[in-house]
């Protein structure tokens, strides 16, 4: 039996693995505080956003979630309800995005947005379930920090693939990784 | 690093600024309302789970507690309270010293005494043993 594959769907299944090869390797660093990460992989949900629409970056985004936490042994666990809370409400934010003026708002502002909606979906999920207890709310300055820090580099980075076109997503992968 | 720098002037539009600075404003909030110290204004004492008496901290005064092992003493002095006294073996509750910020608490397990600092809004649920 074939499964009928379009062009767009092989589109998303390379732009997916791309963003799940850089989630795997966002993995192995060392965070000096748990829960804080750069987030690279979702430098390709903003460039599949910005170039393919909203419906493909859903897709990279939902199918980074599972198959980076297949690979990790984390299917299922807080770690992945984690992730996909806050892939959920980036995602939910970035589509509100569409809305603003595009001439105005470029990759950056969807960028740290869709970075503090990630990092609120996470800290519903901790202070809900996970640590039900007033105290998460000393976190959450430092995450919201993280957020915007590593929220307009990812931006910007995504920003230069987009603009900068000798960018394949061949050569964007390459220069993501350093 | 001035590469960096350069990259994100070109790649920052006036919204984008615009989105910068809010989010910069947000954390600034952040960190000053969920990480200001505030000054307590009332101790709470218990004695294992009961409450034994809440005293504004706006006095100097000598409370004399009755817990498991004995009387101890809490003192209250212009924002402050502290274990003065109290007949336990070892003493840490004493040793804690002066506590003045909301949230801080001093407890004394072989007498089952506690003290916690309250401000205007309570930063913590609950504290058991």
Redesign the interface.
Known sequence: MLIKTTIEDHRIAKLAAVAIALHMLEAVIPSPLPGVKPGIANIVTLYVLMKYGFSSAAWVSMLRVFASSLLLGQFLSPTFILSIAGAILSLGVLRLCMY??K???????LS??AA?AHIAGQLIIVRLWLIP???V??L??VF??AA?FF??IN??IA??LL?NETSTIDTASKNNQH | MRNLLHNINSAIQIGDWCVLTAGIILVAVLFQQLWSHQDATRVQIRHGDRIYGTYSLNQQRDIHVQGAMGAATVSILHGKARFSQSPCHNQYCVHQGWLSRAGQAAICLPNQLSLELIGETKPYDSLNY
């Open positions: 603003l003026p001439k105005h708002f470029g990759t950056v502002s740290i947005l503090f207890h007033a105290s709310a000393y959450v300055p919201a920090m915007l929220g307009l931006g910007v920003n230069k603009y």
